[in-house]
């Protein structure tokens, strides 16, 4: 029984920190990016994105932490083909913005794939020696 918990509370920790740490990354590097090389979003008025991610600061959280959340149940059930389904979905849904700002889209969903595969490996890892 104590084995079970164990595994479940490195299962959620990981998730957790996964969250944390690629919210973090989004929030800093992409701002940073833009800052460094300012002919990444010619397309948009910087002050109205500004604007507007402020306005869909919260929705933006929910949307990487139910994305992550998927990630986890696909990658641990090792069904990576389906990660389509995410970059599928995020594209239709969000498609007027990604032709306005696709380097903010595409490399946020990057940072939270690439983020939770490595996290899910390590986990794994763990879990075999507990």
Request: charged share 20%; proline share 2%.
């Amino acid at each position: 029984m104590t084995e079970h918990l164990c595994k479940y509370a490195a299962i959620i920790g990981s998730f957790l920190i996964t969250v944390a740490f690629t919210s973090v990354l989004i929030r800093t590097a992409i701002p940073w990016l833009r800052k460094e090389n300012p002919n990444i979003s010619k397309n948009i008025n910087e002050a109205d994105h500004i604007e507007k991610v402020a306005w869909h600061k919260n929705i933006g959280f929910w949307i990487g932490l139910f994305e992550i959340m998927i990630i986890y149940v696909l990658a641990f059930h090792r069904e990576y083909s389906a990660l389509a389904i995410i970059i599928g979905a995020k594209e239709y849904v969000r498609k007027e913005k990604i032709v306005m700002d696709p380097i903010y889209y595409m490399l946020g969903t990057i940072i939270n794939i690439g983020i939770a595969l490595v996290m899910v490996a390590v986990t794994k890892e763990v879990i075999r020696f507990i």
